[in-house]
């Protein structure tokens, strides 16, 4: 069973910077991509980005792309989500999840194995 525990949450002014982190429990860490959703209100969770467990390759949801960065510690056992230019529309809770193997391309929400409980993003204009 992999913990997740995400950390970093809060809320910032349109065009701010924040950094969200997730600490796993697992010492297979390594083995896992691991990925980043939001949960807009009234909205369906849905992929942010995905970092490999191979190469520390990325794919990126559109919407994100050139101001969202993950990267991953395998020593650590954290992977890290940078944003930024915030804005409005990027008000969610953040969610961390990590696949067995998997790769960079897009996942629907049900292909993740383990989830982190989330941390809220607020973007005010």
């Known amino acids: 069973q992999v913990q997740l525990v995400e950390s970093g949450g809060g809320s910032v002014q349109a065009g701010s910077s924040l950094r969200l982190s997730c600490a796993a429990s697992?010492?297979?860490?390594?083995?896992?991509?691991m990925a980043w959703f939001r949960q807009a209100p009234g909205k369906e969770r849905d992929l942010v980005g995905i970092?490999?467990?191979?190469?520390?390759?990325?794919y990126y949801t559109d919407s994100v792309k050139g101001r969202f960065r993950i990267s991953r510690d395998n020593n650590k056992n954290t992977v890290d989500l940078e944003m930024s230019n915030l804005r409005p529309e990027d008000t969610a809770v953040y969610y961390c999840?990590?696949?067995?193997?998997?790769?960079?391309?897009?996942?629907?929400?049900?292909?993740?194995?383990?989830w982190g409980k989330g941390t809220l993003v607020t973007v005010s204009s």
């Open positions: 999840a990590a696949v067995l193997g998997g790769g960079t391309y897009y996942y629907r929400p049900e292909a993740m194995d383990y």
């Open positions: 697992e010492r297979t860490f390594n083995r896992y991509s």
């Open positions: 970092i490999s467990y191979i190469d520390d390759t990325t």
